[in-house]
């Protein structure tokens, strides 16, 4: 990142690390180095913060009250003191603030916020495998958010494509768990397959399930799949399997299951540590709990339920055009967006703290919107895409990263950074989401789209650095960006190479030049010293004088 710096940074000439609380001599405190307190606030984004207000007005001297060769500095202030001012600063400013220097460093770079803003943004980390060789457990917060925040750049570099053979009927499903690095697929020809994402090979494929699959969800304990014939078939992981799932063995009543409850095809599947929920065209949502596989509650709604996305204690829904939240606990309705799409609401993805849902539909536009939870719970309208020209079935979110899959076969890359920063400053809270009014003028562009399908892209997943789809075709298409970041470097240094040796020849050209120039002179010069030579000479002298003669 941008804001990174080393341990060995020096701000002046003399080193800050000392212990700024024993009030050393003011001969040994170099002005350049301290901060002024009338320019502390320019460690946070808002100055007129009243968390840091009070904290300034109750814990800082006076200037009358400070010694008078001695100007006082940030580091005067306690240490627990000084973690409740750097409480209030994002990343990048957090960053910044300990580039000060050694003794900020330190306090910033231990500071508990990091694994905050980490697992607001991935959650917690399964494995520190995950994030490439030379990882180990002693990593910081603060240096496994740098690393990750860094790689979501990759999705901006450039890609490979690898496509998968196997499935003989159009994909409806892909899922991808990413702790794992293995994707699965299903479809029409009834098979779940399992694949490996980083290799791009066949690990496994189930036996033919009896119908059409349309939901699959996985984690490292259980997979499921869910059937057109209203069925949920899952699979437990298998401690000695390095893949989790033995899905070509013959079958077995401890290692599968299958149960029943829908009275129409399932839509959408998802999990959490302690339930399985199934969403159905028969209008009902079905909560099971996965140790004892017996249905807990049932959530009836109005419409064919297309998507679901399970958060703490609050489960989102799309049935129809609008989007439900319900409390899983009491099985009660919360909030409800009437209208969110003109045509189905088809698609549903939500953030890590599960503040922003996302919604896909049959108009080809994708919504953000903000969950509010006071006292009464309340969503209100964020921002709106216009990706695609084709239904959006499919979405996925991967901070910062929303992936779209649509009818018209391409994928929409979508950052919501920058959004997010914007409308954290202008839009107001108490502004909750009214039916569906598309403001043209308030369309957000996407940042990339990519294209591989023909069309009808049903299904996309995202990785770390992969990007997965499946769709009409029958295969499966990874989009692997994992030397996104190696190439952009390459190209860079060979731009700077190609670059250097420009300026050479131009300073090499220019110095001919000038050396053709100066011979050009001399040779102007010395004809103009033989014209003068041959006028002052006796010869000419001679001549003129003859002529001179003659004429007398």
Request: net charge neutral; proline share 4%.
């Given at each position: 990142m941008?804001f990174?710096c080393h341990q ?5 000439s003399k080193d800050?690390?000392?212990d700024?609380?024993d009030?050393?001599p003011a001969?040994?405190?170099d002005?350049?180095q301290v901060?002024?307190t009338n320019?502390?606030?320019?460690f946070?984004?808002?100055?007129d913060n ?10 800082t001297?006076?200037?009358?009250e ?7 500095s940030?580091?005067d202030?306690?240490p627990a003191l000084?973690?409740e001012i750097?409480n209030?600063?994002d990343?990048k ?5 300990s580039?000060v220097?050694t003794?900020l460093?330190r306090?910033?770079?231990?500071h508990?916020?990091?694994k905050?803003?980490y ?11 995950n994030f490439?060789?030379g990882?180990s ?12 925040d860094?790689?979501s750049?990759t999705f901006?570099g450039r ?5 998968l053979?196997?499935h003989t009927e159009?994909i409806?499903a ?5 702790s794992?690095k293995?994707?699965f697929?299903?479809g029409?020809?009834?098979?779940v397959?399992?694949w490996?994402?980083?290799e ?8 033919p399930l009896g119908c059409?699959i349309r ?5 490292t304990k259980?997979l499921v799949a869910?059937g057109t014939?209203g ?11 390095a893949h989790l799932?033995d899905l070509?063995?013959p079958k077995?009543q401890n290692?599968e299951f299958?149960?029943?409850e829908?009275e ?6 998802a999990?959490?540590?302690g339930?399985?929920y199934s ?15 017996k ?5 009836v709604?109005?419409?064919?339920v297309?998507s679901?996305v399970?958060?703490d204690?609050?489960l ?6 609008d989007?439900?939240l319900?409390d899983?606990?009491s099985?009660?309705p919360l909030a409800?967006i009437n209208?969110a799409?003109?045509?189905n ?5 939500c ?9 896909g539909g049959?108009d080809?536009?994708i919504?953000?919107?903000e969950?509010?939870r006071?006292a009464k719970c309340?969503v ?7 990706p ?8 996925a ?7 779209s899959a649509s ?10 950074r ?15 989401f009214?039916g569906?009014?598309?403001?043209k003028k ?8 990519l ?6 892209l049903?299904?996309v997943?995202i990785?770390c650095d ?8 029958g295969?499966v298409?990874i989009?692997n960006?994992?030397?996104a970041l190696?190439?952009?470097q390459?190209v860079r240094t060979?731009?700077g190479i190609r ?5 050479r020849?131009?300073?090499?050209q220019?110095?001919?030049s000038?050396?053709?120039r100066s ?6 010069a010395a004809?103009k010293?033989?014209?003068n ?16 003669k003659?004429?007398?």
């Amino acid at each position: 990142m941008a804001f990174e710096c080393h341990q060995t940074v020096r701000i002046g000439s003399k080193d800050t690390s000392i212990d700024c609380l024993d009030n050393p001599p003011a001969e040994e405190v170099d002005k350049r180095q301290v901060i002024s307190t009338n320019n502390i606030k320019n460690f946070t984004s808002e100055s007129d913060n009243p968390k840091y207000t009070s904290i300034l007005n109750a814990n800082t001297p006076s200037v009358n009250e400070s010694l008078p060769n001695y100007i006082r500095s940030i580091t005067d202030l306690p240490p627990a003191l000084i973690s409740e001012i750097l409480n209030c600063l994002d990343p990048k400013e957090l960053g910044i603030v300990s580039c000060v220097n050694t003794y900020l460093y330190r306090l910033a770079s231990e500071h508990h916020v990091w694994k905050e803003f980490y697992c607001e943004r991935w959650g917690h980390p399964i494995t520190l495998a995950n994030f490439g060789p030379g990882n180990s457990d002693e990593r910081s917060w603060k240096e496994l958010f740098v690393d990750r925040d860094f790689h979501s750049k990759t999705f901006m570099g450039r890609f490979s494509i690898d496509t998968l053979y196997g499935h003989t009927e159009a994909i409806r499903a892909v899922f991808v768990l990413a702790s794992k690095k293995i994707v699965f697929t299903s479809g029409y020809d009834q098979i779940v397959r399992m694949w490996d994402m980083e290799e791009g090979l066949s690990i496994a494929s189930s036996r033919p399930l009896g119908c059409t699959i349309r939901a699959l969800a996985a984690d490292t304990k259980v997979l499921v799949a869910g059937g057109t014939d209203g069925f949920i078939h899952g699979w437990k992981a298998d401690d000695g399997n390095a893949h989790l799932f033995d899905l070509c063995a013959p079958k077995n009543q401890n290692m599968e299951f299958r149960v029943w409850e829908h009275e129409g095809p399932i839509t959408c599947l998802a999990l959490d540590f302690g339930k399985i929920y199934s969403g159905s065209w028969d209008m009902t949502i079905c909560i099971w709990d996965r140790s004892s596989l017996k249905c807990l509650k049932v959530l009836v709604h109005n419409d064919w339920v297309w998507s679901l996305v399970p958060h703490d204690t609050i489960l989102m829904s799309a049935a129809g055009s609008d989007v439900h939240l319900w409390d899983i606990n009491s099985g009660t309705p919360l909030a409800i967006i009437n209208n969110a799409h003109v045509g189905n609401a088809y698609s549903l993805a939500c953030s890590h703290t599960g503040k922003l849902i996302f919604t896909g539909g049959e108009d080809g536009s994708i919504h953000m919107f903000e969950i509010i939870r006071n006292a009464k719970c309340s969503v209100r309208k964020i921002a709106t895409w216009l990706p695609h020209t084709g239904s959006v079935y499919s979405l996925a979110f991967e901070f910062p990263w929303l992936v779209s899959a649509s009818s018209d076969g391409k994928i929409s890359l979508i950052d919501v950074r920058k959004l997010l920063k914007k409308t954290s400053k202008h839009s107001s809270i108490e502004n909750p989401f009214k039916g569906n009014h598309m403001d043209k003028k308030h369309v957000e562009p996407p940042q990339r789209m990519l294209h591989g399908f023909g069309c009808n892209l049903f299904s996309v997943g995202i990785g770390c650095d992969r990007i997965v789809g499946g769709g009409e075709e029958g295969v499966v298409r990874i989009w692997n960006f994992s030397q996104a970041l190696e190439i952009e470097q390459r190209v860079r240094t060979l731009r700077g190479i190609r670059l250097e040796n420009r300026m050479r020849r131009r300073k090499l050209q220019a110095e001919i030049s000038c050396k053709g120039r100066s011979s050009e002179q001399c040779l102007v010069a010395a004809k103009k010293n033989q014209t003068n030579g041959d006028r002052n000479g006796w010869h000419y002298k001679h001549k003129v004088t003859g002529k001179l003669k003659g004429q007398s």
